[in-house]
């Protein structure tokens, strides 16, 4: 190791050093760009977007966007990706559905609570198969999740019949009710934050998650298990996307084949979006949980205030697109003299 | 160095192993199953699907298709991958349709010359434009050609003022879709134009020899001395640029441009090339099992159209068949 950087300033101050420290540190920019957009959005529609209706909705797609980014994030820390995430979240929510109300030629139906379990296996039962295909046949991510996600959400309409199924209104509790004043939503959400940074920064699988991201030969000759890390970050994320199913379908108090929207991409984009803004690499071994957060926070704004403003669905995407270009750019930037 | 490498003089391969050999032809395979299956949908439709009315409307949709996934072809044996193709291709119909419509509520009125040169254009800028980020800025395919996808989209829609369809095009545009030389239709022509100009282009040029290079090891491409920056650029280029194409016979097919008619053009490019042996890390495959991809796919989509399978059946069996295609050109290589 050479001797003394040579960027030692000789600024006195610990405070000055501190903050430039401060301004370098990625998630700083990600607040910051965060307060901008929101007072950016609140001067464009003539009202500061913090109205109480407004800030549940965004708390709640945000906990549901945020709950599917952290498994999102789990699989692109191993330089994975999962595009079926709004597949087989839409199965996911038909199957409960079918099985909670009386659906003609179905199991009659059977008590919400054991619904809810039965989805959120079938969640990690799907993600399963993802991981299946991608650690022991080892084919690529993106081809298996995008195959999946055809299959998943053509499997949704079908096992549907295509039909909007109404829901015991005992379901409502999930995203409607709070406990000591905080949303059940919001709880869910920032208990997967909070699991997500323990199991990434103090399990071994977490550490295995980023070694097989980062230098995928170098964690196998380490004696990691790449072909398990493989696995179970597929299981997870779908596991994630059942717990977002389950909100999704308490929020609107229905299961149907489009609760994600028509083709169910918009959840991908999403959470890749989220977890790429939010610092994630690509290419896997990079990134935080504390930046997800941040990056699932700025999506949420960014949909809500397009929202407002009025924009239409196309312009969003155009929107969207250049705000994940430019974060990817970034990240590209950043990493340019390796 | 091995001395005793002695060439024996094998005498010339007998029939039988020449056709054992031609068995483990990936592309016989795939010619195979082809055959297969245009027996299969021949029979489970009752002969319906062997109609000279509905192989042609087959080979004229499977022309689109398979323009379309040359280009995706390019991209993804230099291991990259375009997911971008299909909204390339909404926004060259709809922007080009927008300038040549004779309805007053575009004001270009481009003449038809100029409106389809300036889709192709646009193709290929939009494909140079994922091109330079990839290449130049060293960007993940998958991340920029998404985005670009929702660009494009986004784009389209603006074009046609809102989603709306854009209708009253100039005739003389019908060409490309409609019209034929001969007794073939024009757009398939164009397709065998793209396939045979693909072919030598991927198996007699440098060019062609570099992309495969690229896919195959990077790091070797680089240390070999060969461009990858250049060469990356250029394939994402050309992957635009088929877009645009298809884009045009798209438009001038059904003369009306709509946000909603290519839809689905990128998944359907990448399956007709990974199911034609195209291996998504780059490197390996040839355009004939493109094509044969290609017409597998449109066989199998034309069959449970006939039989009346709903699109959601019709996902369900095409994602399966991705799966099972990379499971066994995965398990294949092992």
Same mark, same amino acid.
């Given at each position: 190791m050479a001797g003394e950087s040579p960027r030692e300033k000789a600024s006195g101050s610990v405070l000055k050093d501190s903050a430039i420290r401060l301004t370098r540190n990625e998630n700083f920019a990600l607040v910051v760009i965060l307060i901008v957009l929101i007072t950016v959005f609140g001067i464009l529609t003539n009202r500061?977007?913090? !109205?109480r209706d407004n800030i549940l909705n965004i708390m709640l797609q945000s906990s549901m966007r945020g709950v599917a980014a952290v498994g999102q994030a789990l699989v692109i820390l191993t330089a994975g990706i999962d595009v079926s995430v709004g597949g087989i979240s839409t199965l996911v929510a038909c199957i409960g559905g079918t099985l909670i109300t009386?659906?003609? /030629?179905?199991? *009659?139906p059977i008590p919400w609570g054991t619904g809810l379990i039965v989805m959120l296996l079938a969640g990690a039962g799907l993600g399963a198969i993802n991981g299946l295909f991608v $650690?022991?046949? #080892?084919?690529a991510p993106l081809i298996v999740t995008l195959a999946m996600w055809q299959i998943t959400r053509g499997a949704a309409s079908i096992v549907s019949k295509e039909e909007s199924m109404h829901l015991p209104?005992?379901?409502?509790?999930?995203?409607h009710s709070s406990i000591g004043g905080v949303p059940i939503a919001a709880l869910i959400f920032v208990a997967a934050i909070v699991l997500g940074y323990f199991i990434l920064n103090h399990t071994t699988f977490g550490s295995s998650v980023y070694a097989v991201g980062g230098n995928e030969i170098n964690a196998w000759l380490s004696g990691i298990k790449t072909r398990n890390t493989h696995f179970w970050v597929y299981v997870i994320s779908g596991f994630c996307v059942a717990i977002a199913a389950v909100i999704q379908i308490s929020r609107v108090m229905s299961a149907s084949?489009?609760?994600? /929207?028509?083709? *169910?991409?918009e959840l991908a984009i999403d959470t890749i979006g989220a977890v790429v803004i939010g610092g994630v690499s690509l290419f896997g071994g990079k990134g935080s949980i504390i930046g997800v957060l941040l990056g699932v926070l700025i999506i949420g704004v960014l949909n809500n205030g397009m929202n407002i403003a009025g924009l239409s669905i196309f312009t969003q995407s155009l929107l969207k697109g250049g705000v994940i270009l430019a974060a990817v750019g970034v990240d590209a930037w950043r990493r340019r003299s390796l | 160095m091995p001395e005793t490498m002695q060439q024996e003089k094998s005498p010339s391969p007998t029939i039988k192993e020449r056709l054992l050999r031609l068995t483990r032809n990936e592309n016989f395979a795939l010619g195979v199953i082809l055959a297969v299956l245009i027996v299969a949908f021949g029979v489970m439709t009752h002969g319906a699907f062997l109609t000279t009315t509905n192989i042609r409307s087959l080979l004229l949709r499977s022309s689109i298709r398979g323009i379309a996934s040359v280009g995706q072809a390019f991209v993804m044996l230099s291991a990259g991958i375009d997911l971008s193709v299909g909204g390339v291709a909404i926004l060259v119909s709809c922007l080009g349709a927008s300038l040549m419509s004779? !309805? $007053? #509520?575009?004001?270009?009125?481009?003449p038809m010359p100029l409106g389809v040169l300036i889709m192709v254009l646009v193709g290929i800028g939009m494909g140079a434009g994922n091109g330079v980020m990839v290449s130049?800025? #060293?960007?993940s395919p998958l991340i920029v050609t998404l985005a670009m996808w929702q660009i494009t989209m986004g784009l389209a829609f603006q074009a046609t003022k809102g989603g709306e369809t854009v209708r009253y095009l100039p005739? !003389?545009?019908?060409f490309f879709g409609k019209g034929s030389i001969g007794v073939v239709p024009v757009p398939i022509i164009i397709f065998v134009v793209v396939i045979v100009v693909a072919y030598l282009v991927l198996h007699h040029t440098s060019f062609g020899r570099f992309i495969y290079a690229i896919g195959g090891s990077e790091v070797s491409a680089i240390l070999s001395g060969i461009k990858t920056r250049n060469i990356r650029f250029w394939v994402y280029a050309i992957c635009g640029f088929c877009a645009g194409i298809a884009g045009v016979i798209q438009l001038s097919r059904i003369m009306a441009a709509n946000l909603?008619?290519?839809?689905g053009l990128e998944i359907d490019s990448i399956a007709a090339v990974v199911v034609g *042996?195209? $291996?998504?890390? *780059?490197g390996r495959g040839s355009i004939i099992g493109v094509l044969l991809g290609v017409l597998i796919l449109s066989v199998v989509g034309n069959g449970m159209n006939i039989l009346g399978l709903t699109i959601y059946m019709q996902w369900i069996v095409k994602g399966a068949i991705i799966l099972i295609a990379v499971s066994i050109d995965a398990l294949r290589r092992r």
């Open positions: 500061l977007s913090l !109205s009386t659906m003609p /030629g179905y199991l *009659g $650690s022991r046949l #080892r084919l209104d005992a379901l409502s509790f999930v995203a084949p489009v609760i994600w /929207g028509i083709t *169910g991409l | 004779e !309805s $007053s #509520r575009y004001a270009a009125h481009l130049r800025f #060293r960007m005739d !003389s545009l019908a909603m008619a290519l839809y *042996g195209v $291996s998504l890390f *780059g």
